[in-house]
């Protein structure tokens, strides 16, 4: 069985691949940022949904990548886990 990290490596190689998975490297940041926040506050998609007034499905969708927050909803989470969003271009 092929580990995932040996395979991306592999993948990495060709230009094309390389081009589409940097492109897409800012949304797996922004899952990877509020995944991690809200595992560190301590706290379950359902937890998080109480306390922001987010719906957990909703909170489901953006950890998996499939959800497209807005900046209000990202507050609101931010909040909820007694943290402050931050917004950066760098």
Request: proline share 1%; no cysteine.
């Amino acid at each position: 069985m092929i580990e995932f990290r040996d395979w991306l490596n592999e993948e990495m190689k060709d230009s094309e691949f390389k081009k589409e998975f940097e492109e897409l490297d800012d949304e797996f940041l922004l899952v990877r940022t509020l995944t991690e926040a809200r595992k560190e506050a301590g706290m379950t998609q359902q937890q998080l949904a109480e306390k922001s007034g987010v719906h957990q499905v909703n909170i489901s969708r953006i950890e998996n990548g499939t959800g497209n927050p807005s900046v209000e909803t990202l507050q609101k989470l931010a909040k909820g886990m007694g943290k402050k969003l931050i917004i950066a271009f760098a």
